[in-house]
Each structure stands twice: as structure tokens, then as C-alpha cells.
């Protein structure tokens, strides 16, 4: 009787001994230092597939030295772990000047599954696991996010929450900082554009306090830095609001094309005007080249203008050298609008309209009137003969 009893303790040590290989995980790792952060280390894990090789992605994350155990000061074989309430990481390798690489093995712990399922995560996978144990995302975080009303968090968003700390701590300052309500995608973007409460505290100092969610988004993504906004104010833009800011920092309005525009004349262009004239391209150069061909008097809507319709000083030069010397910057734009290019004056002259004003050759083109059209009205015109 005692050897079936022997046999069937084997064989549930057994089978104990399989189910736990079968759920460990394994995969390759690379290691880099933290050049601005030397008591930080980068490590980029090759994510183990399971039977589907277009699974296999990777997942990186950077750690403070002294959260790995047995990681070694210096150069050489390397063993250490790194552990995880949803498991224990295990690596192998090499490491030199600082980089390393090697192969991992992560093993699940069976009490966070089992802590998961009850808030409402159950039947984890060891892959799961794997990756909420890369992005460190903890029973209790789980628990904090809930009691703040983010309950019922899908998986994908709780490996963002990971990714991303976003914490307890996180949330609850934003909300005493006037953000009470935010969702969790809110809270995850705050956390990508680098939204923290000492940004909103120095945003608020530098005169912009309560700014809407999306404001204060916008400003982070852009880079409105309160440095950037003393920079607009000291080109004369004192009043400009969050919108207009933004828009300065989108297209690289600095002070010194500030300056320039002044320079040129431009003295009182309010905020939109000069993100205006950035859009199209009205540069200094451009302006000169305009007043050297004798466009002095326009504005800085009629340079935009220009710059829309593609009116270049190469085109005004072809045209005066084909006998238009006193176009104006509307019949200029015009002649753009309305496709008469150099090519097509010489269409027309080419079938005998030597003497065709500016409005006629607008007007021709309106109509869909090409040099073809002209030539086989002049042959009918002239009995057959091809001739006038």
C-alpha cells in the first residue's frame, strides 16, 4: 500500500514541477545606462510569444540600480532578478561598460493572480502577467484608482497606467490644482506631454492660472514653457492668450523674425498677423525682393496674398519680359487664380494676338479660351486659307 502512495506523491510532484515550468516565461534582454541618470539602468526585454510568433513585440522600461538584486558594480557574468508583485524577473548575461545582455525568466506569483481575479481581473495569463510586471502596475494602484471613481479598468489601459504612473499622488494633486474630474485617458496623456503640478503651478505664475484641460495640454505638447512666455511678452505681445501662444510656438515665431518684420515696417502686427505671415512663407527676403521689383506700398495681408497664389519675383520678372510691365499685385494674383502663365501669353501671341491686355487673357481663361480654340477661329474667320 505504501508504494502507490509513493508513486502518487511522485507523480502530483511532478505534474506540480510541469505546471510551474509551463507557466514561466522566458526571452532575451539588452541593458543600457542612463547617461543623465547613472544610478538609473535602461533594459529592453524581447516579449516571450506563446505559439503565435507575430505576438512577439518588445517591452522596455528604466530602473533604479538598487531595485535589482545581485546586480553587479562591474564588468563580467552576471546574474541578478528584479522583483515584481505580479512576478519575479530572473536574468543571465554579460555586462560591459555599463551595457549588458543576456536571456530572462520570468515566473508569475499565483497570490497577485489571485488578488487581480478578486478585483476583477481574473484568469490572468503568465503573458498578462509578464506585462503588468514590466510596467509595474500593483495590487494597491489598482485599488487607489478605483476608489477615485477609475474603476473597471480595461487591461491595455492598466499596462498605460503602468507605463505611465500614474498614481494616486498624480490625480489627487491635479485635482486639488483645479482638475478634479479627469478620465484616465486625460490623466495618461497629462502624463505623456509631461503635465505635473509644478507645471501648473509655474504656468500660473507666469500669468495663465486655471487654464482649461485642454490648454494646459496643448501648451505642454507644444513647449509654452514660462521662459517662452516671457520671450513673446518681450516682443510686444503682452496680451497673447494660450491659443495664440501655442500657435507662435507651432510655427517658430522667435523674436528675432519679430525684429525683422518690425524692421521692415511692420511695426504694429498684432499676434495673428504674424503667425499669418509665418504660415505662407513672408519672409524678409521675400519682402525685399517684392519692394525691389516696386510692390513698396503693400501690406502684410497683401504679402500673405502673394505668398498663397504663388507669386514669386521670378514670375513677375517673366512677365514684364514678355510686355506686362506695370501689373499690379491684384492682376498678378489673378493671373495666378486664373492659370495665365508666361506659357499661355505666348500661346496667344503665337496665334496672332500680339496686343492682348492683361484682362483679356484673364477673361480668355475663364472661359477655357487656349491658343488652339483662337487659331482655328482665325482659319474660319479667313475662308480655309490658315491665315489672316
Not at 502530483?12 to 526571452?27: N, Q
Not at 518588445?58 to 531595485?67: D, K, N
Not at 503635465?195 to 485642454?214: H, M, N, Q, T
Amino acid at each position: 500500500m505504501r508504494r502507490p502512495s509513493s508513486s502518487l506523491s511522485l507523480l502530483a510532484l511532478l505534474l506540480v514541477a510541469t505546471a510551474s515550468a509551463a507557466s514561466e516565461l522566458r526571452g532575451a534582454w539588452t541593458s543600457s545606462p542612463e547617461e543623465l541618470s547613472p544610478d538609473k539602468i535602461h533594459l529592453q526585454l524581447v516579449q516571450p510569444h506563446q505559439g503565435d510568433e507575430r505576438d512577439r513585440g518588445q517591452m522596455g522600461f528604466t530602473e533604479p540600480r538598487a531595485s535589482f538584486q545581485g546586480l553587479p558594480a562591474g564588468d563580467g557574468a552576471a546574474t541578478f532578478t528584479l522583483s515584481r508583485e505580479a512576478g519575479t524577473l530572473t536574468f543571465t548575461g554579460t555586462l560591459q561598460d555599463g551595457a549588458g545582455a543576456g536571456h530572462y525568466r520570468f515566473t508569475p506569483s499565483e497570490a497577485y493572480a489571485k488578488s487581480m481575479a478578486a478585483l476583477g481581473y481574473p484568469k490572468l495569463t503568465a503573458l498578462q502577467q509578464f506585462q503588468l510586471a514590466t510596467t509595474n502596475v500593483t495590487t494597491q494602484q489598482v485599488k487607489d484608482l478605483a476608489a477615485l471613481g477609475h474603476k473597471d479598468i480595461p487591461l491595455e489601459k492598466l499596462l498605460m497606467v503602468g507605463i505611465f504612473n500614474v498614481t494616486r499622488e498624480f490625480v489627487g494633486e491635479l485635482a486639488r490644482l483645479g482638475y478634479p474630474k479627469l478620465s484616465l485617458d486625460e490623466l495618461v496623456q497629462g502624463r505623456i506631454h509631461g503635465i505635473s503640478p509644478r507645471r501648473v503651478k509655474e504656468l500660473a505664475d507666469a500669468g495663465f492660472p486655471k487654464l482649461a484641460w485642454k490648454d494646459l495640454l496643448a501648451m505642454s505638447i507644444h513647449g509654452v514653457t514660462p521662459e517662452y512666455i516671457r520671450e513673446v511678452r518681450a516682443m510686444g505681445y503682452t496680451d497673447a492668450d494660450a491659443d495664440q501662444l501655442v500657435a507662435f510656438r507651432i510655427h517658430g515665431i522667435s523674436t528675432e523674425f519679430a525684429r525683422e518684420m518690425r524692421g521692415l515696417g511692420f511695426k504694429s502686427l498684432k499676434a495673428d498677423k504674424l503667425v499669418a505671415l509665418r504660415i505662407h512663407g513672408v519672409s524678409t527676403a521675400f519682402v525685399k525682393e517684392m519692394r525691389e521689383l516696386g510692390f513698396k506700398d503693400l501690406g502684410e495681408d497683401d504679402f500673405v496674398t502673394l505668398r498663397i497664389h504663388e507669386v514669386t519675383s521670378t514670375f513677375v520678372k517673366e512677365m514684364r519680359a514678355l510686355g506686362f510691365p506695370k501689373l499690379t499685385h491684384d492682376q498678378l494674383v489673378a493671373f495666378r487664380i486664373h492659370k495665365v502663365t508666361p506659357e499661355f501669353v505666348k500661346q496667344m501671341r503665337e496665334a496672332g494676338y500680339t496686343e492682348i491686355t492683361p484682362d483679356e487673357l484673364i477673361r480668355l481663361r475663364i472661359h477655357e479660351i487656349d491658343g488652339t480654340f483662337m487659331r482655328s477661329m482665325s482659319h474660319r474667320k479667313d475662308g480655309g486659307t490658315g491665315g489672316k
